[in-house]
Protein backbone atom coordinates (compact mmCIF):
# COMPACT_ATOMS: atom_id res chain seq x y z
CA UNK A 1 0.00 0.00 0.00
CA UNK A 2 2.96 2.04 0.56
CA UNK A 3 4.34 1.71 -2.25
CA UNK A 4 1.32 2.43 -4.81
CA UNK A 5 1.14 5.97 -2.80
CA UNK A 6 5.14 6.67 -3.47
CA UNK A 7 4.37 5.63 -7.11
CA UNK A 8 1.80 7.83 -7.29
CA UNK A 9 3.16 10.94 -5.36
CA UNK A 10 6.30 10.33 -7.72
CA UNK A 11 3.97 10.33 -11.09
CA UNK A 12 2.51 13.52 -10.36
CA UNK A 13 5.53 15.79 -9.95
CA UNK A 14 6.58 15.75 -13.89
CA UNK A 15 2.77 16.99 -14.47
CA UNK A 16 3.72 20.16 -12.37
CA UNK A 17 7.16 21.06 -13.63
CA UNK A 18 5.64 20.82 -16.99
CA UNK A 19 2.52 23.05 -15.89
CA UNK A 20 5.26 25.34 -14.56
CA UNK A 21 7.35 25.97 -17.64
CA UNK A 22 3.98 26.09 -19.60
CA UNK A 23 4.90 30.01 -21.07
CA UNK A 24 1.52 31.92 -19.80
CA UNK A 25 -0.28 34.58 -21.51
CA UNK A 26 1.35 37.22 -19.06
CA UNK A 27 4.42 36.15 -20.14
CA UNK A 28 3.46 36.40 -24.04
CA UNK A 29 2.27 39.82 -23.06
CA UNK A 30 5.52 40.41 -21.87
CA UNK A 31 7.50 39.47 -24.82
CA UNK A 32 5.28 41.95 -26.97
CA UNK A 33 5.98 44.52 -24.98
CA UNK A 34 9.47 44.05 -25.36
CA UNK A 35 9.23 43.65 -29.31
CA UNK A 36 7.48 46.60 -28.93
CA UNK A 37 10.51 48.15 -27.37
CA UNK A 38 12.69 47.33 -29.75
CA UNK A 39 10.68 48.46 -32.55
CA UNK A 40 10.75 51.72 -31.17
CA UNK A 41 14.30 51.53 -30.60
CA UNK A 42 14.65 50.45 -34.22
CA UNK A 43 12.03 52.19 -35.68
CA UNK A 44 10.87 49.23 -37.44
CA UNK A 45 7.29 49.26 -38.19
CA UNK A 46 7.39 45.39 -38.89
CA UNK A 47 8.07 44.66 -35.70
CA UNK A 48 4.82 46.47 -34.12
CA UNK A 49 2.80 44.75 -37.15
CA UNK A 50 4.37 41.55 -35.51
CA UNK A 51 3.08 42.80 -31.99
CA UNK A 52 -0.29 43.25 -33.14
CA UNK A 53 -0.96 40.11 -35.17
CA UNK A 54 0.57 38.21 -31.94
CA UNK A 55 -1.85 39.97 -29.65
CA UNK A 56 -5.00 38.92 -31.87
CA UNK A 57 -3.72 35.70 -31.27
CA UNK A 58 -4.05 36.24 -27.39
CA UNK A 59 -6.99 38.20 -27.39
CA UNK A 60 -9.67 35.10 -26.22
CA UNK A 61 -7.05 34.48 -23.05
CA UNK A 62 -7.06 37.77 -21.67
CA UNK A 63 -8.65 38.59 -18.28
CA UNK A 64 -8.98 41.04 -15.28
CA UNK A 65 -5.98 39.87 -13.16
CA UNK A 66 -3.48 39.28 -16.71
CA UNK A 67 -4.47 42.89 -17.40
CA UNK A 68 -3.63 43.76 -13.96
CA UNK A 69 -0.68 42.47 -13.71
CA UNK A 70 0.42 43.23 -17.32
CA UNK A 71 -0.09 47.43 -16.37
CA UNK A 72 1.85 46.99 -13.50
CA UNK A 73 4.41 45.38 -15.61
CA UNK A 74 4.14 48.25 -17.55
CA UNK A 75 3.99 51.48 -15.51
CA UNK A 76 4.92 52.27 -12.33
CA UNK A 77 2.22 51.36 -9.90
CA UNK A 78 1.04 55.09 -8.76
CA UNK A 79 1.57 56.85 -12.34
CA UNK A 80 -1.36 58.25 -13.86
CA UNK A 81 -1.56 55.74 -16.86
CA UNK A 82 -1.59 52.99 -14.77
CA UNK A 83 -4.42 54.29 -12.56
CA UNK A 84 -6.26 55.44 -15.42
CA UNK A 85 -6.27 52.01 -17.02
CA UNK A 86 -6.84 50.31 -14.30
CA UNK A 87 -9.89 52.55 -13.32
CA UNK A 88 -11.24 50.80 -16.83
CA UNK A 89 -11.04 47.13 -15.59
CA UNK A 90 -13.72 45.51 -13.47
CA UNK A 91 -12.88 44.22 -10.70
CA UNK A 92 -11.75 40.66 -9.62
CA UNK A 93 -10.42 38.73 -7.26
CA UNK A 94 -6.71 37.99 -6.59
CA UNK A 95 -7.54 33.98 -6.79
CA UNK A 96 -7.90 33.95 -10.12
CA UNK A 97 -4.09 35.59 -11.36
CA UNK A 98 -2.47 34.45 -13.49
CA UNK A 99 0.59 31.75 -13.15
CA UNK A 100 3.04 34.21 -13.79
CA UNK A 101 1.83 36.87 -11.96
CA UNK A 102 3.42 36.00 -8.77
CA UNK A 103 7.40 36.52 -10.41
CA UNK A 104 5.86 39.60 -11.63
CA UNK A 105 5.66 41.37 -8.48
CA UNK A 106 9.47 40.70 -7.87
CA UNK A 107 10.99 42.52 -11.03
CA UNK A 108 11.19 46.63 -11.37
CA UNK A 109 8.56 48.33 -13.31
CA UNK A 110 9.35 50.37 -15.62
CA UNK A 111 9.71 54.31 -14.67
CA UNK A 112 8.78 55.44 -18.21
CA UNK A 113 7.33 53.76 -20.86
CA UNK A 114 7.80 53.89 -24.10
CA UNK A 115 4.61 55.45 -25.98
CA UNK A 116 4.34 52.51 -28.37
CA UNK A 117 3.83 50.39 -25.13
CA UNK A 118 1.54 52.86 -23.31
CA UNK A 119 -1.03 52.68 -26.66
CA UNK A 120 -0.40 49.28 -26.78
CA UNK A 121 -2.00 48.95 -23.37
CA UNK A 122 -4.82 51.63 -24.19
CA UNK A 123 -5.29 49.43 -27.36
CA UNK A 124 -5.39 45.97 -24.90
CA UNK A 125 -7.77 47.17 -22.26
CA UNK A 126 -10.30 48.17 -25.23
CA UNK A 127 -10.26 45.28 -26.58
CA UNK A 128 -11.04 43.14 -23.63
CA UNK A 129 -13.49 45.59 -22.46
CA UNK A 130 -15.37 45.17 -25.74
CA UNK A 131 -14.89 41.48 -26.09
CA UNK A 132 -16.92 41.60 -22.40
CA UNK A 133 -19.63 43.58 -23.39
CA UNK A 134 -18.52 46.65 -21.28
CA UNK A 135 -19.03 49.21 -24.02
CA UNK A 136 -19.35 52.27 -21.44
CA UNK A 137 -16.05 51.47 -20.10
CA UNK A 138 -14.78 50.85 -23.57
CA UNK A 139 -16.23 54.10 -24.68
CA UNK A 140 -14.30 55.77 -21.88
CA UNK A 141 -11.05 54.14 -22.37
CA UNK A 142 -11.25 54.74 -26.31
CA UNK A 143 -11.75 58.43 -26.17
CA UNK A 144 -8.73 59.21 -23.45
CA UNK A 145 -6.46 56.76 -25.85
CA UNK A 146 -7.83 59.65 -28.41
CA UNK A 147 -7.05 61.94 -26.94
CA UNK A 148 -3.56 60.81 -25.62
CA UNK A 149 -2.73 59.58 -29.33
CA UNK A 150 -2.83 63.36 -30.50
CA UNK A 151 0.18 64.19 -28.83
CA UNK A 152 1.94 61.84 -30.58
CA UNK A 153 3.50 61.61 -33.72
CA UNK A 154 5.90 59.02 -34.55
CA UNK A 155 5.80 56.29 -37.35
CA UNK A 156 6.00 53.46 -35.36
CA UNK A 157 2.73 54.49 -33.45
CA UNK A 158 0.71 54.66 -36.71
CA UNK A 159 -0.07 50.54 -36.89
CA UNK A 160 -1.35 50.57 -33.30
CA UNK A 161 -3.13 54.15 -33.93
CA UNK A 162 -5.23 52.53 -37.14
CA UNK A 163 -6.53 49.94 -34.58
CA UNK A 164 -7.36 52.40 -32.23
CA UNK A 165 -9.26 54.37 -34.24
CA UNK A 166 -10.98 51.28 -35.52
CA UNK A 167 -12.29 50.04 -31.96
CA UNK A 168 -12.77 53.85 -30.96
CA UNK A 169 -15.52 53.35 -33.64
CA UNK A 170 -16.79 49.94 -32.94
CA UNK A 171 -17.75 50.74 -29.36
CA UNK A 172 -19.82 54.12 -30.63
CA UNK A 173 -21.41 51.91 -33.10
CA UNK A 174 -22.33 49.03 -30.85
CA UNK A 175 -24.47 51.70 -28.39
CA UNK A 176 -25.61 53.61 -31.28
CA UNK A 177 -23.86 56.34 -30.89
CA UNK A 178 -21.84 57.13 -34.43
CA UNK A 179 -23.23 60.15 -35.15
CA UNK A 180 -21.40 61.65 -31.67
CA UNK A 181 -17.80 60.98 -32.91
CA UNK A 182 -18.43 61.88 -36.61
CA UNK A 183 -16.65 65.72 -36.14
CA UNK A 184 -13.86 63.76 -34.10
CA UNK A 185 -13.32 61.53 -37.32
CA UNK A 186 -12.56 63.99 -39.85
CA UNK A 187 -10.50 66.16 -37.41
CA UNK A 188 -8.78 62.91 -36.64
CA UNK A 189 -8.52 62.35 -40.44
CA UNK A 190 -7.35 65.78 -40.94
CA UNK A 191 -4.03 65.23 -38.36
CA UNK A 192 -3.39 61.70 -40.05
CA UNK A 193 -2.99 63.72 -43.50
CA UNK A 194 -0.58 66.70 -42.00
CA UNK A 195 1.45 63.89 -40.78
CA UNK A 196 1.61 61.66 -43.61
CA UNK A 197 -0.15 58.92 -41.66
CA UNK A 198 -1.34 56.85 -44.78
CA UNK A 199 -2.89 54.44 -42.78
CA UNK A 200 -4.24 56.22 -40.46
CA UNK A 201 -6.22 57.74 -43.30
CA UNK A 202 -6.95 54.46 -44.74
CA UNK A 203 -8.42 53.48 -41.73
CA UNK A 204 -10.40 56.57 -40.97
CA UNK A 205 -11.63 57.06 -44.30
CA UNK A 206 -13.04 54.14 -43.64
CA UNK A 207 -14.41 54.38 -40.65
CA UNK A 208 -16.06 57.62 -42.25
CA UNK A 209 -17.49 56.03 -45.37
CA UNK A 210 -19.27 53.71 -42.47
CA UNK A 211 -20.38 56.79 -40.31
CA UNK A 212 -22.15 57.92 -43.15
CA UNK A 213 -23.99 54.79 -44.78
CA UNK A 214 -25.03 54.49 -41.69
CA UNK A 215 -27.36 57.41 -41.57
CA UNK A 216 -28.20 56.97 -45.42
CA UNK A 217 -25.76 59.88 -45.74
CA UNK A 218 -24.84 58.65 -49.64
CA UNK A 219 -23.85 62.29 -51.16
CA UNK A 220 -21.85 63.59 -47.82
CA UNK A 221 -19.96 60.36 -48.20
CA UNK A 222 -19.55 60.67 -51.92
CA UNK A 223 -18.03 64.00 -51.60
CA UNK A 224 -16.28 62.82 -49.05
CA UNK A 225 -14.69 60.35 -50.92
CA UNK A 226 -14.11 62.75 -53.81
CA UNK A 227 -12.11 64.82 -52.44
CA UNK A 228 -9.78 62.36 -49.78
CA UNK A 229 -6.44 61.73 -50.99
CA UNK A 230 -5.92 58.48 -52.44
CA UNK A 231 -1.73 56.71 -52.86
CA UNK A 232 -1.38 53.20 -52.93
CA UNK A 233 -3.21 50.59 -50.54
CA UNK A 234 -1.37 49.67 -47.21
CA UNK A 235 -3.70 46.85 -45.66
CA UNK A 236 -6.19 44.88 -47.75
CA UNK A 237 -8.76 44.86 -45.16
CA UNK A 238 -9.05 48.30 -45.49
CA UNK A 239 -8.74 48.22 -49.07
CA UNK A 240 -11.47 45.55 -49.31
CA UNK A 241 -13.70 47.35 -46.92
CA UNK A 242 -13.04 50.88 -48.93
CA UNK A 243 -14.22 48.71 -52.34
CA UNK A 244 -17.17 47.66 -50.49
CA UNK A 245 -18.48 50.88 -49.09
CA UNK A 246 -17.57 52.46 -52.92
CA UNK A 247 -19.40 49.82 -54.26
CA UNK A 248 -22.64 50.74 -52.11
CA UNK A 249 -22.45 54.62 -52.95
CA UNK A 250 -22.34 53.71 -57.04
CA UNK A 251 -25.52 51.28 -56.17
CA UNK A 252 -27.46 54.18 -54.81
CA UNK A 253 -26.55 56.68 -57.45
CA UNK A 254 -27.31 53.94 -60.51
CA UNK A 255 -23.56 53.73 -61.39
CA UNK A 256 -24.37 50.14 -61.65
CA UNK A 257 -21.24 48.35 -63.69
CA UNK A 258 -18.65 50.44 -61.70
CA UNK A 259 -20.42 48.92 -58.60
CA UNK A 260 -20.33 45.39 -59.46
CA UNK A 261 -16.85 45.83 -60.39
CA UNK A 262 -15.93 46.95 -56.97
CA UNK A 263 -18.03 44.67 -55.04
CA UNK A 264 -16.65 41.86 -57.07
CA UNK A 265 -13.49 43.01 -56.26
CA UNK A 266 -14.21 43.29 -52.44
CA UNK A 267 -15.50 39.49 -52.42
CA UNK A 268 -12.21 38.05 -54.27
CA UNK A 269 -9.81 40.10 -52.01
CA UNK A 270 -11.44 39.28 -48.20
CA UNK A 271 -9.90 37.23 -46.76
CA UNK A 272 -11.53 33.10 -46.40
CA UNK A 273 -11.85 33.50 -42.60
CA UNK A 274 -14.11 37.38 -43.04
CA UNK A 275 -17.13 35.00 -44.03
CA UNK A 276 -19.43 37.77 -42.93
CA UNK A 277 -17.83 40.40 -45.36
CA UNK A 278 -17.89 38.37 -48.10
CA UNK A 279 -21.70 37.10 -47.84
CA UNK A 280 -22.46 41.22 -47.52
CA UNK A 281 -20.20 41.21 -50.54
CA UNK A 282 -22.26 39.25 -52.28
CA UNK A 283 -25.61 40.13 -51.59
CA UNK A 284 -25.02 43.34 -52.85
CA UNK A 285 -23.04 42.12 -55.90
CA UNK A 286 -25.95 40.17 -56.89
CA UNK A 287 -28.42 42.69 -56.42
CA UNK A 288 -26.26 45.23 -58.76
CA UNK A 289 -25.79 41.83 -61.27
CA UNK A 290 -29.90 41.72 -61.24
CA UNK A 291 -30.41 45.39 -61.90
CA UNK A 292 -27.64 44.83 -64.96
CA UNK A 293 -30.11 42.79 -66.63
CA UNK A 294 -27.21 39.85 -65.90
CA UNK A 295 -28.46 36.39 -63.90
CA UNK A 296 -25.55 35.33 -61.38
CA UNK A 297 -24.64 31.69 -61.68
CA UNK A 298 -25.78 29.04 -59.42
CA UNK A 299 -22.39 28.55 -57.46
CA UNK A 300 -22.49 32.02 -56.21
CA UNK A 301 -24.93 31.15 -53.80
CA UNK A 302 -23.56 27.38 -53.55
CA UNK A 303 -20.38 28.65 -51.97
CA UNK A 304 -19.61 27.06 -48.70
CA UNK A 305 -20.84 28.95 -45.42
CA UNK A 306 -23.41 31.14 -47.71
CA UNK A 307 -26.10 28.75 -48.48
CA UNK A 308 -28.46 29.75 -45.78
CA UNK A 309 -27.62 33.67 -46.02
CA UNK A 310 -28.31 33.86 -49.42
CA UNK A 311 -31.43 31.69 -49.92
CA UNK A 312 -33.71 34.53 -50.45
CA UNK A 313 -31.06 36.54 -53.04
CA UNK A 314 -31.61 32.87 -54.94
CA UNK A 315 -35.33 32.70 -54.82
CA UNK A 316 -35.40 36.21 -55.87
CA UNK A 317 -33.01 35.70 -58.72
CA UNK A 318 -35.29 32.77 -59.88
CA UNK A 319 -38.26 35.09 -60.06
CA UNK A 320 -36.58 37.56 -62.14
CA UNK A 321 -34.74 34.68 -64.44
CA UNK A 322 -38.53 33.40 -64.97
CA UNK A 323 -39.91 37.05 -65.48
CA UNK A 324 -42.73 36.26 -63.43
CA UNK A 325 -43.57 39.54 -61.60
CA UNK A 326 -46.15 37.16 -59.62
CA UNK A 327 -43.82 35.27 -57.71
CA UNK A 328 -41.49 38.13 -58.01
CA UNK A 329 -44.02 40.21 -55.37
CA UNK A 330 -44.82 36.93 -53.50
CA UNK A 331 -40.95 36.69 -52.45
CA UNK A 332 -40.38 40.37 -51.85
CA UNK A 333 -42.75 40.04 -49.26
CA UNK A 334 -41.74 37.23 -47.94
CA UNK A 335 -38.24 37.81 -47.05
CA UNK A 336 -38.95 41.57 -46.63
CA UNK A 337 -37.33 41.65 -43.11
CA UNK A 338 -34.37 40.06 -44.33
CA UNK A 339 -34.14 43.19 -46.86
CA UNK A 340 -34.82 45.79 -44.93
CA UNK A 341 -32.20 44.93 -42.48
CA UNK A 342 -29.52 44.13 -45.80
CA UNK A 343 -30.25 47.81 -46.60
CA UNK A 344 -31.24 46.70 -49.97
CA UNK A 345 -35.38 46.63 -49.78
CA UNK A 346 -34.67 49.70 -51.90
CA UNK A 347 -32.92 48.45 -54.54
CA UNK A 348 -35.78 45.68 -54.89
CA UNK A 349 -38.32 47.50 -55.44
CA UNK A 350 -36.36 48.69 -58.32
CA UNK A 351 -35.87 45.27 -60.07
CA UNK A 352 -39.53 45.21 -60.50
CA UNK A 353 -39.25 46.92 -63.88
CA UNK A 354 -36.18 44.11 -64.76
CA UNK A 355 -38.80 41.59 -64.04
CA UNK A 356 -40.99 42.75 -66.65
CA UNK A 357 -38.25 43.03 -68.71
CA UNK A 358 -37.18 39.70 -68.61
CA UNK A 359 -40.57 38.28 -68.83
CA UNK A 360 -41.28 40.64 -71.82
CA UNK A 361 -37.88 39.33 -73.32
CA UNK A 362 -38.31 35.93 -72.95
CA UNK A 363 -42.09 36.50 -74.75
CA UNK A 364 -40.41 37.89 -77.84
CA UNK A 365 -38.55 35.07 -78.43
CA UNK A 366 -41.40 32.77 -77.57
CA UNK A 367 -43.35 34.01 -80.22
CA UNK A 368 -43.35 35.81 -83.34
CA UNK A 369 -46.50 37.59 -83.26
CA UNK A 370 -48.32 38.15 -79.81
CA UNK A 371 -51.05 40.66 -79.24
CA UNK A 372 -50.30 43.34 -76.28
CA UNK A 373 -53.66 41.59 -74.31
CA UNK A 374 -51.99 38.35 -73.94
CA UNK A 375 -49.05 40.31 -73.76
CA UNK A 376 -50.08 41.96 -70.30
CA UNK A 377 -51.81 38.49 -69.46
CA UNK A 378 -48.82 36.83 -69.36
CA UNK A 379 -46.70 39.49 -67.60
CA UNK A 380 -49.58 39.44 -64.64
CA UNK A 381 -50.26 42.72 -64.76
CA UNK A 382 -52.61 44.44 -62.20
CA UNK A 383 -53.33 47.89 -63.42
CA UNK A 384 -56.73 48.75 -64.02
CA UNK A 385 -55.68 49.50 -67.93
CA UNK A 386 -53.68 46.21 -68.44
CA UNK A 387 -53.26 46.76 -72.04
CA UNK A 388 -51.87 50.14 -72.21
CA UNK A 389 -49.53 49.30 -70.04
CA UNK A 390 -48.35 46.41 -71.98
CA UNK A 391 -47.99 49.05 -75.10
CA UNK A 392 -46.23 51.22 -73.12
CA UNK A 393 -43.88 48.84 -71.99
CA UNK A 394 -43.38 46.81 -75.09
CA UNK A 395 -42.55 50.66 -76.61
CA UNK A 396 -39.89 51.81 -73.85
CA UNK A 397 -38.19 48.47 -74.33
CA UNK A 398 -38.24 48.66 -78.17
CA UNK A 399 -36.91 52.26 -77.63
CA UNK A 400 -34.04 50.76 -75.23
CA UNK A 401 -33.03 47.73 -77.59
CA UNK A 402 -34.42 45.59 -75.03
CA UNK A 403 -36.42 43.53 -77.41
CA UNK A 404 -36.02 43.69 -81.46
CA UNK A 405 -39.19 43.78 -82.43
CA UNK A 406 -41.99 46.08 -84.24
CA UNK A 407 -45.24 47.35 -82.19
CA UNK A 408 -48.34 47.07 -84.79
CA UNK A 409 -50.11 49.97 -82.97
CA UNK A 410 -53.84 49.64 -85.10
CA UNK A 411 -54.15 45.80 -84.70
CA UNK A 412 -52.54 45.86 -80.75
CA UNK A 413 -49.53 43.02 -81.75
CA UNK A 414 -46.01 42.97 -80.68
CA UNK A 415 -44.16 41.54 -84.15
CA UNK A 416 -40.88 39.95 -83.36
CA UNK A 417 -37.65 39.85 -85.56
CA UNK A 418 -35.73 36.65 -86.56
CA UNK A 419 -32.81 36.23 -83.53
CA UNK A 420 -29.36 37.23 -85.58
CA UNK A 421 -25.91 35.12 -84.85
CA UNK A 422 -24.24 36.92 -82.09
CA UNK A 423 -20.99 35.61 -83.27
CA UNK A 424 -21.17 37.80 -85.79
CA UNK A 425 -21.25 40.86 -83.20
CA UNK A 426 -18.69 42.59 -81.70
CA UNK A 427 -19.94 41.00 -78.15
CA UNK A 428 -17.32 38.11 -77.99
CA UNK A 429 -14.93 40.33 -78.37
CA UNK A 430 -15.45 42.68 -75.86
CA UNK A 431 -16.16 39.71 -73.25
CA UNK A 432 -12.92 38.57 -74.18
CA UNK A 433 -10.94 41.93 -73.88
CA UNK A 434 -12.94 42.41 -70.31
CA UNK A 435 -11.40 38.60 -68.94
CA UNK A 436 -7.79 39.89 -70.16
CA UNK A 437 -7.68 43.54 -69.08
CA UNK A 438 -8.98 41.69 -65.52
CA UNK A 439 -6.04 39.14 -65.72
CA UNK A 440 -3.50 41.56 -66.57
CA UNK A 441 -4.74 43.93 -63.59
CA UNK A 442 -4.07 40.68 -61.26
CA UNK A 443 -0.93 40.39 -62.63
CA UNK A 444 0.11 43.88 -62.11
CA UNK A 445 -0.92 43.61 -58.60
CA UNK A 446 0.80 40.21 -57.95
CA UNK A 447 3.83 42.01 -59.14
CA UNK A 448 3.10 44.96 -56.81
CA UNK A 449 2.71 42.69 -53.63
CA UNK A 450 6.29 40.94 -54.21
CA UNK A 451 8.40 41.94 -51.55
CA UNK A 452 12.24 40.97 -51.29
CA UNK A 453 14.44 40.96 -47.98
CA UNK A 454 16.92 44.14 -47.74
CA UNK A 455 20.38 43.77 -49.67
CA UNK A 456 19.76 40.27 -50.39
CA UNK A 457 21.81 40.53 -53.65
CA UNK A 458 24.80 41.49 -51.70
CA UNK A 459 25.57 38.70 -49.02
CA UNK A 460 23.83 35.33 -48.56
CA UNK A 461 22.00 33.93 -46.10
CA UNK A 462 23.22 31.42 -43.34
CA UNK A 463 21.38 28.09 -42.82
CA UNK A 464 20.73 29.25 -39.37
CA UNK A 465 19.41 32.29 -40.27
CA UNK A 466 17.16 30.33 -42.78
CA UNK A 467 15.89 28.43 -40.49
CA UNK A 468 15.04 31.18 -37.97
CA UNK A 469 13.12 33.00 -40.82
CA UNK A 470 11.25 30.00 -42.03
CA UNK A 471 10.69 30.18 -38.50
CA UNK A 472 9.23 33.23 -37.90
CA UNK A 473 7.09 33.08 -41.06
CA UNK A 474 5.49 30.15 -40.04
CA UNK A 475 4.53 31.48 -36.80
CA UNK A 476 3.36 34.84 -39.18
CA UNK A 477 1.31 32.85 -41.43
CA UNK A 478 -0.43 30.72 -38.26
CA UNK A 479 -1.44 34.49 -36.67
CA UNK A 480 -2.68 36.00 -39.78
CA UNK A 481 -5.69 33.76 -40.45
CA UNK A 482 -6.79 34.01 -37.05
CA UNK A 483 -6.11 37.77 -37.05
CA UNK A 484 -8.52 38.19 -40.59
CA UNK A 485 -11.48 37.00 -38.64
CA UNK A 486 -10.84 39.87 -35.81
CA UNK A 487 -10.09 42.05 -38.67
CA UNK A 488 -13.79 41.73 -39.90
Not at 53 to 74: D, G, H, P
Request: glycine share 4%.
Amino acid sequence: MTQDVEMKEVAAAPSNSVSSTTPTTLHHLKEIASLLETAAYTKEVRRVVRAVRLTMAKRRKLSVSVLSAFLSFAFSPGSEAHSRLSSYLPKDDDHDMDVDTATSAAQVPKKHASPELEIYCYLLVLIFLIDQKKYSEAKACATAGIARLKNMNRRTIDVLASRLYFYYSLSYEYTGDLAEIRGNLLNLHRIATLRHDELGQETLLNLLLRNYLAYNLYDQAEKLRSKAPRFEAHSNQQFCRYLFYLGKIRTIQLEYTDAKESLLQAARKAPVAALGFRIQCNKWAVIVRLLLGEIPERTVFMQKGMEKALRPYFELTNAVRIGDLELFRTIADKFSTVFSSDGTHNLIVRLRHNVIRTGLRNISISYSRISLADVAKKLRLDSPTPVDDAESIVAKAIRDGAIDATLDHANGYMVSKETGDIYSTNEPQAAFDTRIAFCLNLHNDAVRALRFPPDSHKEKESAEKRRERQQQEQELAKHIAEEDDDEF
